[in-house]
């Protein structure tokens, strides 16, 4: 199965409403990243997290990780419509360098 | 900056046919790189990376192989496409932290 797991699968707002996604993973990471996938596109990477830190800022974007509890969440915060997409988690496990692992992703749609 | 390409873009090939599709990477030396399948609605299903030159890691069984040439060119190939081969491929190369993923080539096997 895969390493990552975003909840939810699917997530339909308002725009101006902030959006949050999860991740849940099994194993020990060296860092955890999401990306961004708007549809039949590939992806984009949007901010990493290293397993030593706790939060990190982007923008609107905010993610956490929570190496306890081997989970992480992406907030959107002003949410747009251009930011409709799906939204991936991606854990680097890797020993000699990095092999990413990818959830099956959140579809986020925002609505004008 | 670094950048990924791919080609083709779009692919579509009958079953039984050979597959080559290739990656390139410029703006850095000695990427890991790796080749990933997508189903429609699907996560990312690794298939193979590579850490240098002649040096393959395959994830999964199956029916297709990958070569690294090149320091910064890794090829995907099957010598007979099977239905199920069908997907988006993509590419993701770079340095260790810093990624980045080619624009994937659509695969269509009829």
């Known amino acids: 199965s895969q390493q990552g797991e975003e909840d939810p699968q699917a997530l339909s707002i308002q725009e101006g409403e902030n959006a949050t996604m999860n991740c849940s993973y099994k194993t020990s990471i060296n860092n955890l990243q999401w990306y961004r996938q708007n549809s039949g596109r590939g992806l984009v990477h949007l901010i990493l997290?290293?397993?030593?830190?706790r939060e990190k800022h982007s923008g609107r974007l905010r993610v956490t990780l929570d190496t306890s509890k081997k989970s992480s969440s992406l907030l959107i915060t002003a949410s747009r419509a251009a930011d409709t997409a799906s939204y991936f988690c991606a854990t680097d496990i890797g020993t000699s360098g990095s092999r990413l692992t990818f959830g099956e992703g959140t579809q986020l749609t925002v609505n004008p | 900056s670094q950048t990924i390409h791919q080609w083709p873009a779009t692919l579509v090939q009958p079953v039984g046919s050979p597959l080559s599709l290739e990656c390139t990477v410029e703006g850095t030396s000695n990427p890991n790189l790796y080749w990933y399948r997508q189903a429609a609605g699907r996560g990312l299903q690794l298939l193979f990376y590579s850490v240098g030159i002649g040096q393959i890691s395959s994830e999964v069984p199956q029916n297709l192989s990958a070569s690294r040439p090149q320091d910064r060119q890794f090829i995907l190939s099957s010598k007979k496409l099977l239905l199920s081969d069908s997907g988006f491929y993509l590419c993701?190369?770079?340095?260790?932290?810093?990624?980045?993923f080619g624009p994937g080539t659509r695969l269509l096997v009829l």
């Open positions: 993701l190369g770079g340095d260790k932290g810093t990624q980045y």
């Open positions: 997290i290293r397993s030593n830190e």
